[in-house]
């Protein structure tokens, strides 16, 4: 984080028995930072009455059962976590991604590739040379929210949605990238497709990834494509894990 003054959150109630603590409006890590530095303090010491903490990319949702918890004690205890030194449940990993941006893989990539004036080839180059930040999961299970998308890529999203993509889709739009683990019309360009599961119920960790992992992509062809995909389905994580 930089040596700027913290702006104080904002606590908002979602309903009677969720509280929002809100640390600002723009995707940036140190934002980010903040949310992933609180959820991990709470956790470590989870009050009675605490039922589960929801990380997003500027924002950490409390879930609390409101017989048990009073909100102004929350806060307090929120407060007392705001200047705590930016800490994390697990080592950050920087993982690497197999993604085979061919056809039929990467089927809007040429479309959106047109959009932005760059030839199709360039546009994967650029997509895989990036270093990307998890942010979060949202909107269906393992659906994962990249930060860190070149601006010469950034596109906003389709005005109409496109119909539904195969799973494990890599997606552009909205000037961010994402991994999408089930088939679903959407808004977002389809630039290619990973054969790693990112949610796998089966596994001992269900999620691949924690928010604040950073992340790069590997070009392959669809031959290794489905090499890999064979190997994933039977279990085995084919994405490549490292830590600092």
């Not at 697990?90 to 047109?114: I, N, Q």
């Not at 999620?207 to 950073?214: K, T, Y």
């Amino acid at each position: 984080m930089n040596g700027a003054p913290a702006t104080p959150p904002l606590f908002l109630d979602a309903g009677e028995a969720a509280l929002v603590v809100e640390f600002g409006r723009t995707v940036d890590a140190d934002i980010s930072d903040r949310v992933l530095a609180l959820d991990a303090a709470l956790a470590a010491a989870a009050p009675e009455g605490l039922r589960e903490l929801v990380p997003t990319y500027r924002s950490l949702m409390i879930h609390y059962d409101p017989l048990q918890l009073d909100r102004a004690k929350l806060i307090a205890l929120v407060e007392q976590h705001l200047h705590a030194p930016v800490a994390r449940k697990t080592a950050a990993a920087l993982w690497t991604v197999p993604c085979c941006y061919e056809l039929p893989h990467g089927e809007d990539l040429a479309e959106m590739a047109g959009l932005l004036g760059l030839p199709a080839a360039e546009a994967a180059r650029l997509h895989a040379a990036a270093r990307y930040r998890v942010y979060m999961y949202g909107f269906s299970p393992g659906f994962t929210y990249l930060g860190g998308l070149p601006e010469a890529l950034a596109i906003s999203r389709r005005t109409k949605p496109r119909p539904p993509h195969d799973s494990k889709a890599i997606l552009v739009g909205g000037g961010l990238s994402a991994i999408a683990s089930f088939p679903m019309p959407t808004g977002w360009y389809v630039v290619g497709r990973t054969p790693e599961r990112l949610y796998a119920p089966d596994r001992a960790s269900a999620f691949l990834f924690e928010p604040g992992d950073s992340l790069r992509f590997e070009p392959i062809d669809t031959a290794t494509f489905a090499a890999l995909e064979a190997r994933a389905e039977s279990g085995e994580i084919v994405a490549r894990r490292q830590t600092p």
